[in-house]
RNA sequence: GGGCCCAUAGCUCAGCUGGAUAGAGCGUCGGACUACGAAUCCGAAGGCCGCAGGUUCGAAUCCUGCUGGGCCCGCCA
């Protein structure tokens, strides 16, 4: 990378001068170049004169500090052996503003041919073992918009940190295990001996009705499941399922049904997407191997366990809370990690409200005996606001104690990074799981990312017909396509809420950002297509061509290609996707600026041959830093867009 | 009551881990095609970077305290 090399540059001067006395010897902040905003500053600035103008003042006994006489030292002191520099230039306080020669920017134009699909690419992360995980959304029933902005958000993460040279493997977390994967098998069971009345299945007649309880799932997806589960056995054995106790077979309702609902719904779903997971954990695993015993053991060595009896929680507002859990409980929260809520209409938090005010005898759960020590994980001690419980009263391992041993076992398979990607309101789990894995000696990062607002034209957008409360991802896929719901879900910070115009991601304009990059893509491709067609000619880099880009503009959209590598290990590194999106857009309207201005007097193809060969060249090389950008972010990028006929709805689709 | 996140143009948001005169899109107004894709571009107007302190050569960025908004605060998963 052309910046790396220049910092060299700029690092071998600082210690010359300290050679010369002029810095004292030793460790100082690493040459840092920024890209200045404005033309007139060059390629690079470079701040070390006035990072380091104290200890040049120190080092040379000067009353004051001096940024400008220390940049003069260190230009004095600046070998550029090959040439790359064609102007240094002390500015302001001491900034070093450092000018490439356009030949520099020609010779490194070469890599991205070089390295084509893979430009971009660097061993930033060392091959460093990394994991990460995320919707880990419960087994127990279709996605929703909220899983889909975190499934969005890790795969493109995990891309990220691939593309930074690191060993990336993307696991989902199946809460397979715990009270909520039974309730979904008792609506099974319920919902099939509706069906088996109804809908004269053959095998079932005489089954009597076993009544939804109203903690089951309620949606209208477990009749499919219910459906499924019988037809998967033979007829003449269905009487007898249909009239075993659940108690009896809740084991098996319980693994058919969370498997159908993985393979049918949540696997369908990522397959819109084109999200494919390494590693499908079973939490059930875990507890069928007595890895939560084994990661208990563990702790306690470490000494982070201890039998304390956990007071009551603060004070809340309670009819809040209660009206609040209603709402939550109502559009089933009881949800694993992936979760991020969409915008619900006020309307139905009201009811929920009103709901709550009668005695429903709603609890889902027995009254918690009080005063008696539990076994707890001293997570105060890492930064947790209270210590948390491992067994429950009833001798059942919490779902903490669980992914504790999840974690434990994610530890010594030798992951020495790993990121989680949770919804905003699993916020209050994030400071205790991130104690629980600093106590057993790693270290875990959390990307939390907030709510989804689904908008149509500016207005709330409803329309689920299927799953009562939310918008299910499926909709959304169907009705925006995976290009636009992708990208959309990237166009913001993770934690600023994000609102989501779905007739703009449909729109074939530029004011759909999606269809703005993937035109200007498109356009890259046409002007390479019409000098094939017309001239014969292919994008190629040739040293003696290349001299004829000298417009500022086209030395500045080389500059800004050749960041590209760069800025895709500093969006790793900070786990941020959306910078990858604002790149794009950056760099194809810089590109539409430099096409328009010059349309009529500086053209790509005319009968110049160096010029026509030389920014064929350079339109080559944006079409393939957008085409890799966007594979990166998991978009395609059409060679041609469709034409917005009337009744062309579809995504445009191309690998 | 406590914890996490957010606050930047009329609206929606960037701001590269502390750099020089704070940027983009939408919206408003005014312009540019006998086409290598006008599905685009150019220009203008628009700012107390929520408020008040602090740190330093230098703050939208870091620290503290306020104000307003979101999420959360079970032995549930």
């Excluded at 990072?51 to 006994?61: F, N, P």
């Excluded at 490439?100 to 971009?120: D, R, V, Y």
Aim: proline letters at 5%.
């Amino acid at each position: 990378m052309m910046k790396l090399r220049i910092a060299a540059l700029v690092d071998s001067a600082l210690d010359a001068c300290v050679a010369a006395g002029l810095l004292p010897a030793g460790e100082r902040p690493r040459v840092q170049l920024d890209a200045p905003k404005q033309a007139a500053h060059g390629d690079f600035a470079c701040n070390s004169a006035l990072v380091l103008q104290k200890q040049h003042a120190a080092a040379t006994g000067a009353q004051k500090p001096n940024p400008r006489a220390l940049a003069q030292a260190i230009v004095e002191r600046l070998k550029d052996p090959e040439g790359l520099l064609s102007k240094v230039e002390i500015a302001g306080p001491g900034f070093l503003n450092l000018t490439l020669t356009p030949a520099a920017w020609h010779n490194e134009l070469k890599s991205i041919e070089a390295e084509g699909a893979k430009f971009g690419r660097s061993n930033a992360g060392g091959g460093k073992k990394t994991m990460v995980e995320f919707v880990s959304a419960n087994p127990t029933g279709p996605m929703h918009v909220g899983h889909g902005r975190g499934a969005v958000i890790g795969d493109t993460v995990a891309s990220l940190l691939d593309w930074a040279g690191y060993a990336v493997t993307r696991e989902f977390y199946v809460n397979d295990a715990g009270g909520q994967v039974f309730r979904l098998g008792h609506a099974v069971l319920a919902r099939a001996t509706e069906i088996a009345q109804s809908e004269g299945i053959e095998g079932c007649a005489g089954a009597p009705l076993v009544p939804l309880d109203p903690e089951d799932y309620q949606g209208e997806y477990v009749k499919d499941v219910s459906r499924a589960w019988l037809l998967s056995m033979p007829a003449n054995a269905r009487l007898a399922a249909l009239t075993t106790p659940f108690e009896q077979q809740k084991e098996p309702l319980r693994k058919f049904s969370t498997d159908w609902v993985i393979t049918n719904l949540i696997k369908e779903d990522l397959k819109l997407f084109n999200i494919r997971f390494d590693v499908w954990f079973s939490e059930k695993t875990l507890h069928d191997k007595d890895a939560i015993t084994a990661a208990v053991e563990e702790l306690k060595k470490k000494g982070v366990l201890a039998h304390e009896v956990l007071e009551k929680p603060a004070d809340q507002k309670k009819a809040d809370k209660t009206a609040k859990a209603t709402a939550a409980h109502e559009a089933k929260s009881a949800d694993a990690k992936g979760e991020a809520k969409v915008a619900e209409a006020k309307p139905d938090a009201k009811a929920a409200e009103a709901k709550a005010a009668e005695p429903t005898g709603h609890g889902d759960d027995e009254p918690v005996p009080e005063g008696k020590p539990l076994l707890v994980m001293k997570t105060t001690r890492f930064g947790d606001d209270r210590d948390r419980p491992i067994y429950k009263t009833s001798g059942e391992p919490t779902y903490f104690a669980a992914d504790v041993a999840y974690h434990w076992d994610k530890l010594s398979r030798g992951y020495s990074r790993m990121v989680n990607v949770w919804g905003a309101d699993h916020g209050g789990y994030v400071s205790r799981m991130k104690a629980a894995v600093k106590s057993m000696g790693g270290e875990l990062e959390v990307i939390l990312f907030q709510l989804v607002n689904l908008l149509k034209d500016g207005q709330p957008f409803k329309m689920s017909k299927r799953a009562a409360n939310f918008v299910t991802l499926r909709e959304l896929l169907e009705e925006a396509g995976a290009d636009a719901t992708r990208f959309f879900f990237l166009l913001r910070r993770g934690d600023m809420a994000l609102d989501f115009d779905v007739a703009l991601a449909k729109k074939n304009s530029s004011d759909n950002p999606v269809f703005y990059v993937q035109y200007g893509h498109a356009r890259c491709c046409a002007i390479l297509r019409k000098a094939q067609e017309e001239k014969g000619l292919t994008p190629k880099w040739d040293a003696a061509a290349m001299q004829a880009l000298t417009l500022p503009e086209e030395l500045e959209i080389a500059r800004r290609l050749l960041a590209f590598p760069e800025l895709v290990a500093s969006a790793a590194e900070a786990l941020e996707p959306h910078r990858v999106v604002f790149y794009l857009q950056e760099t194809i309207a810089q590109f539409h600026g430099y096409y328009t201005k010059y349309k009529k007097t500086e053209r790509v193809i005319t009968d110049d041959a160096a010029k026509t060969q030389a920014r064929l060249y350079l339109v080559w090389a944006v079409a393939q830093v957008l085409k890799n950008g966007l594979a990166l972010l998991g978009v395609s990028a059409p060679e041609r867009m469709q034409s917005d006929a009337p009744e062309a709805e579809g995504e445009t689709a191309e690998a």
